[in-house]
């Protein structure tokens, strides 16, 4: 087993990787997200997508990207913290950044055969699932654990100590 540190790769050398790794017969789980701070719906979601396969790859948006898509005040954890909770986590086996808008280039470059989100998209409107079809491969859509969100936790606090 790798240690949390050695889990997070630039995506160029993991796609090397998992090449070696599809032609061992492995099946090789995708999914994205910003995942800041990291919540118990977040740990269930990922165990789930790792049960679908049998490496999970972790995508995680930039600080940049989080910024465009979440606006100014996100993230709230920087992207290499980030990055290190997420491979600390038994489920996820690699870790990598991607920086554009959606995943579609990245997905496109690693190449998964099992792509998963959050069953909150529909299928039609999930990047990559072209993809996935294309190549014969699975998409999973995972329902999310009810009452989870980081912007609710952010609420929270807001709530409770904003203004103390």
């Known amino acids: 087993m790798l ?8 995506r160029k050398k993991l796609a090397k990787l998992l090449a070696r790794l599809r032609r061992q017969g492995k099946r090789v789980v995708f999914t994205n997200g910003c995942f800041d701070l990291l919540h118990v719906g977040h740990v269930r979601y990922l165990n789930e997508a790792r049960q679908k396969g049998d490496v999970l790859v972790v995508a995680v948006n930039t ?3 989080v910024r465009k898509i979440k606006g100014d005040s996100r993230p709230i954890i920087p992207q290499a913290e980030r990055a290190e909770i997420l491979s600390a986590l038994a489920a996820v086996d690699f870790v990598t950044y991607f920086d554009e808008g959606t995943p579609f280039e990245i997905i ?13 998209y529909r299928a039609r409107d999930i990047v990559g ?3 996935i079809k294309r190549t014969g491969g699975k998409l999973y859509r995972i329902p999310l654990a ?5 912007s609710r936790i952010v609420q929270d606090v807001v709530d409770k100590y904003g203004t103390k």
């Open 129 to 131: 699932n072209d993809f």
């Open 108 to 120: 496109n470059e690693l190449k998964p055969g099992i792509l998963v989100k959050g069953a909150d």
């Open 146 to 150: 009810r009452n989870y969100s980081t």
């Open 63 to 65: 600080d940049r990207s």
């Open 3 to 10: 240690k949390a540190k050695d889990k997070i790769i630039e």
